[in-house]
């Protein structure tokens, strides 16, 4: 289902939309933390390219679920696609 979403949003042109002000609540590192997130990484790949531990990587992930009031993984994805922070591709 997840890869349906994204290919669906990957075939969307691109909005040229201003970045919800939700993400503005978001650090440096829980805004690259969500941009792996979307591009498919597990949090012990996010931990491996960060050079953190996983346990900081899911305090990250959990700040950033929290931050941006959704309730999984998943929505997070799409937020970041449809915010723009993310584009297929990248």
Known sequence: MT?????????????????PAVLQTLTPRET???TLIAGGLSNAEI??????????VKTHVGRVLGKLAVR???QAVVLAY???LVRPGQ
Do not use: K, N
């Open 72 to 74: 999984d993984r998943a």
């Open 47 to 56: 931990a491996s390219r960060l050079v953190v531990a996983e346990q900081t």
């Open 32 to 34: 690259e933390v969500l």
């Open 3 to 19: 890869r349906r979403l994204i290919a669906e949003l990957a075939r969307r042109p691109a909005a040229a939309t201003a970045r």
């Open 82 to 84: 449809e915010s723009g």
